[in-house]
């Protein structure tokens, strides 16, 4: 489990004037952990973040890379305060992975695998024998373009000739 954490303050873009509300986290799936409880299935069980006066918030949400699928979260917005008497929910088109505690716009991925602005490009390939730009996804082959017969890559762990899926 890791501690996200934000604030409605940052999502609305400004004081929130006696607003009140509520975040929702909810598994696009069910999950298999690979990894701290290996073989354990997580359910679509929505978790609700721990809100403060401020609009400040935090959640204690599982960590989206020990599960076996591509296990991700939805993020719903509620405002419990109503505008001319209807309350409002916001859907954001976001994929949430949690890599580990951390601030909720670190990890947020905008648009879905489907398309969309920001959305997985499963044919961008980054080639470089150096390390990729973070906080991108694309397959990554570890090669040196200006050299060819470059033997080895630098960065412990891989060999030019690899292929990786960059998270």
Do not use: C
């Amino acid at each position: 489990m890791a501690l996200v954490t934000g604030s409605l303050k940052d999502i609305l873009g400004h004081d929130l004037d006696g607003r009140e509300g509520e975040i929702i986290f909810t598994p696009n799936s069910p999950g298999v952990r690979i990894a701290g409880e290996p073989g354990m299935v997580a359910p679509t069980e929505p978790v609700r973040a721990n809100m403060a006066a401020d609009g400040s918030w935090e959640a204690d949400l599982a960590t989206t890379s020990t599960f076996l699928d591509d296990m991700f979260y939805r993020m719903q917005i509620r405002w419990l305060s109503t505008v001319e008497g209807a309350a409002l929910i916001d859907f954001p088109d976001w994929q949430i992975r949690v890599t580990g505690a951390g601030l909720i716009s670190d990890m947020i991925e905008f648009g879905s695998s489907n398309g969309g602005g920001g959305s997985v490009n499963p044919n961008i390939w980054w080639v470089s024998a150096d390390v990729a730009p973070p906080s991108s996804r694309f397959t990554w082959l570890i090669v040196d373009p200006d050299d060819p017969d470059r033997e080895s890559s630098g960065i412990s762990g891989t060999t030019i000739g690899d292929v990786r899926v960059w998270r």
